[in-house]
């Protein structure tokens, strides 16, 4: 039998790598694929209103939040070891600049202020940076015309640079521990770290939706954050589905070179060669990878109907992630699998 070219392969009946196999406790022992909730980071929806829990019908079991059940929720978390959470904004006015998301009154700056007063030091709050939640046309930035027609408008990205400075910092202010840029604006990074720095939060790290595909595993994220565009669809900024991999490292490139402190890949489970590169290619830089919210309600509607054993489907999904090189997963499952490793 051939050795395949492997070093350290030997021959049967010499080599049986099933004496790996037999006994849990060595099989346990030659794991390395370990998932640890305090790699995980919980994806959360804010609204305003009172003891308001509504239910997000595309993801079963997900919800959005009034700050009140918001800080009920945290503690929770806090308690299962779960690394952090990732806040999005459910505002009740929307604009066309999205002006909720760059007061100091607005609905994420006061749920920052709120999950701070009752978590401890160590546990993460991150908040997402874009625009789409906020503004009446669902797009992820200042619009500009291009066209004629009714619907020939397009993200102005060096206008909206100027907002998401105005954005981040309010959170800044708020206490936030770390922001998520989404919108895939050329240069967000830098200009966002430029307004830190220029303000005195120089030690605030950016984790950069670096590779970011126009996906079509966002639809229930839609109905979550009540951000789905009005007229057209956000192919113009973020990353084509088939685009060249080394479009993908490009853009992770750029980000580290504008002041990323950690980068991220999103969606996960369709884009884990992408995972792979970015991990091959920038060794030495953080990676984050966004298990979405498609790839989180197609596992729910399985399960639900009793086709998959969900437990073990989310194991090994999220395992996958990890295994392609994502040191930290952003996932709908972070309190389920918290007390599933418990």
Known sequence: ????????????????????????????????????????????????????????????????????ELVKDVKE?????????????????????????????????????????????????????CFCEYTDHGHCGVLKKHGPGEEDWDVDNDATLANLVKQTLVMARAGVDMVAPSGMMDGEIGAIRKGFDDNGFERLPIMGYSAKYASAFYGPFREAAESAPRFGDRRSYQMAPDAAPGQAMREIAQDIAEGADIIMVKPALAYLDIIRMAKDQFPGVPLAAYNVSGEYSMTKAAALNGWIDEKRIVLESLGSIQRAGATIIITYWAKDVANWLR
């Open 77 to 129: 978390i806090e308690a299962l070891g779960i690394g952090g959470i990732m806040l999005f904004g459910v505002p009740e006015k929307k604009d066309a600049v999205g002006s909720d998301s760059m007061s100091d009154d607005g609905i994420v700056a006061r749920a920052i202020r709120a999950v701070k007063d009752v978590v401890g030091s160590e546990f993460l709050v991150v908040a997402d940076v």
């Open 1 to 68: 039998m051939s050795s395949l070219n492997f070093p350290n392969a030997g021959v049967f009946p010499v080599t049986r790598l099933r004496r790996l196999r037999y006994h849990p406790g060595v099989r346990r022992l030659t794991r390395e694929t370990i998932l640890s909730p305090d790699r995980f980071i919980l994806p959360l929806f804010v609204c305003e209103g009172e003891g308001i829990r509504k239910p997000i019908s595309a993801m079963p079991g997900q919800n959005q939040l009034s700050i009140d």
